[in-house]
């Protein structure tokens, strides 16, 4: 299954004690926690290009599954990582953060974040 396409944020569970836990003030939290997420996935081979626009800001990450890239984390800082393709799973740890995208049938991502034993999961459907 090919991830190529435009996803809306339709659930999210855990999402404040999460962004706490990441360091997120309280306000940008709050702002946030209403704010329907576009993500747009292009996926052409082992190269991926993720655009996740959230109100005002959008946040683009390029990689190439299982070579090294420098990625925007959830907090805006950069950090260096690989991203691992297993099947229709793409797993990535940024900054102590395990991160999930599953592909789990062909207008469904799942993206689940693990810090500390806090599991942040969001559900986005095609569009």
């Known amino acids: 299954m090919s991830f190529?396409?435009?996803y809306q944020l339709e659930s999210q569970e855990n999402?404040?004690?999460f962004m706490k836990a990441?360091?997120?003030p309280d306000e940008l939290i709050q702002k946030g926690k209403d704010i329907k997420s576009i993500?747009?996935?292009?996926e052409t081979g082992d190269n991926f290009k993720v655009t996740v626009t959230t109100g005002?800001?959008?946040l683009i990450n390029t990689f190439t599954t299982g070579k090294e890239a420098e990625l925007e984390a959830v907090t805006g800082e950069k950090v260096k990582t690989v991203v691992?393709?297993?099947g229709n799973k793409l797993k990535v740890s940024?900054?102590?953060?395990e991160s999930v995208t599953?592909?789990?049938d062909e207008n469904t991502i799942v993206n689940t974040m693990t810090l500390s034993g806090i599991v942040y999961k969001r559900t986005r459907k095609r569009m």
Not at 39 to 42: G, L
Not at 94 to 97: E, N
């Open 84 to 86: 691992q393709r297993e």
């Open 22 to 24: 990441i360091g997120l």
């Open 4 to 6: 190529t396409g435009k």
């Open 102 to 104: 599953e592909m789990v």
């Open 39 to 42: 993500s747009e996935i292009e």
């Open 15 to 17: 999402f404040e004690p």
């Open 56 to 58: 005002s800001k959008v």
């Open 94 to 97: 940024l900054k102590g953060i």
